[in-house]
């Protein structure tokens, strides 16, 4: 597993951002762990988070790309601390907007643009159904693809697929995770972090047995 993954696992953990035990979730399932990137608080917390997006989008993407686009609310910081990162990693300026109640932030895209979409976390893809209408509706562009910070791996609204799998079938672009869930567990189930096991044998048969029936087959 690449470095920059593994120092995001902990970034998360560390933030808080990823939390286990019991929770339930929006949808009414009741999972064993949680992330809430709103935990992400502090002015070094967001310019971490946007040096690992930009990490992951240049090892998926590369940097051929014009526009870095959030939807609103959490997309439209994840953007601008994406491009900042982008700009002091890589070199590269690129615009990066958000839409708001159907208006842009940021300069009107332009035909020719090549967009890559971020969000923080899609279980269900719905933010997707109203995000990439609006962005193909105000030019003629290309989304080069998503990219959000967590795959939590389950099954989308299909009830088959996973999200991300269901963003992909549905509009044609790429879809990625920084990390998965899969790589979470790997990396952090029975090692030992700062002192303590994160994930044990108890927490690993409740993350599977999770699996066995919320998991994307």
Known sequence: MEQYKQEFIEFMVDSQVLKFGEFTLKSGRKSPFFMNAGGYVTG???????????????????????????????????????????????????????????????????????????EDVTTSGKS?????????????????????????????????????????????FETNAIVTMAEVIEHLYNKEYKGQIIIDDELKKAIDAYYSQYGAK
């Open 44 to 118: 070094s917390q967001l310019k971490k988070l946007g040096e690992y997006y930009a990490k992951a989008i240049h090892a998926k993407y590369g940097d051929d790309f014009d526009v870095l686009f959030g939807p609103a609310y959490k997309g439209i910081p994840l953007s601008v601390v994406t491009a900042i990162a982008f700009s002091e990693l890589y070199g590269k300026e690129e615009k990066d907007h958000g839409a708001d109640k159907g208006s842009f932030l940021g300069s009107k895209l332009k035909d020719g643009d090549r967009v890559v979409m971020i």
């Open 128 to 172: 997707m159904e109203e995000t990439v209408p609006k962005v193909k509706g105000a030019a003629d562009v290309e989304i080069v693809g998503l990219m959000v910070s967590l795959d939590r791996m389950e099954v989308g609204k299909g009830g088959v697929k996973c999200a991300l799998d269901e963003v992909h079938d549905l509009y044609g």
